[in-house]
């Protein structure tokens, strides 16, 4: 199966470079703009592609006009479910504040969240990026529908699609967790742009991450 991680598009918030976490905070006119760019490209193009196809949501208004728009434009009508697990990281004591103002209170901390990410690390007093990278999964897990567990012959492309729509720092985390990627692996993973996805290719199995391999990121 193909899961497809999308961030949703630009909101005010993020043109001030200010920490969303769980405000509800909606798109703005760009963002807006970029999830119809992104139905239009190589995202919706995957769902155009999809044999079946399964659509979610983070509860955040950020997200769900996100995925309503990518959906309308690139498929038409599409059942959309919304899940609480999805939402962002908790902010803490981030919650609300512009990054320069993190930057000044918290140095240390604000360093390690923009320069080093680490999967254990996150705003002072909200959640750690490997819980909320753990959780995105999870939730992902419980949309796969049970006839997709069947294998397909190595010589059919499966082409089952499940469509997640949420938040910068969880879709970053729950990627690095499929990919197996710690460390230093995990900090070279850049920050998913607004309306932008990363791309795996897999199954889920058990209660772990699964097998997955790269198919795009922060396309």
Do not use: C, K
């Not at 609480?84 to 504040?97: D, H, K, N, P, T």
């Not at 190595?154 to 499940?162: E, G, K, S, W, Y």
């Amino acid at each position: 199966m193909r899961l497809v991680l999308l961030r949703h598009g630009e909101t005010d918030w993020n043109a001030l470079d200010r920490y969303q976490g769980r405000t509800d905070v909606p798109l703005n006119a760009l963002g807006e703009r970029q999830a119809a760019a992104a139905a239009a490209g190589p995202v919706g193009e995957l769902l155009r592609s999809a044999e079946d196809l399964v659509a979610v949501s983070s509860p955040l208004i950020r997200a769900r006009r996100t995925a309503e728009i990518v959906l309308e434009d690139a498929v038409g009508a599409v059942e959309l479910a919304v899940d609480s697990r999805l939402v962002e990281l908790g902010g803490g004591e981030w919650e609300g504040l512009d990054f320069t103002e993190i930057g000044a209170r918290w140095p240390h901390e604000h360093h390690a969240w923009r320069t080093v990410p680490d999967l254990d690390g996150g705003p002072v007093g909200g959640e750690v990026l490997r819980a909320g990278g753990e959780r995105v999964l999870a939730a992902a897990a419980a949309h796969v529908p049970e006839d997709w567990s069947t294998p397909r012959p190595a010589r059919v492309p499966d082409a089952r699609t499940l469509l997640i729509v949420a938040h910068g720092a969880v879709i970053r985390a729950a990627a690095g967790l499929a990919l197996a990627l710690e460390g230093a692996d995990f900090a070279h993973l850049a920050r998913v742009s607004n309306a932008r996805a990363v791309i795996l290719d897999g199954t889920f199995a058990g209660e772990g991450p699964g097998a997955w391999s790269l198919l795009g990121y922060d396309v």
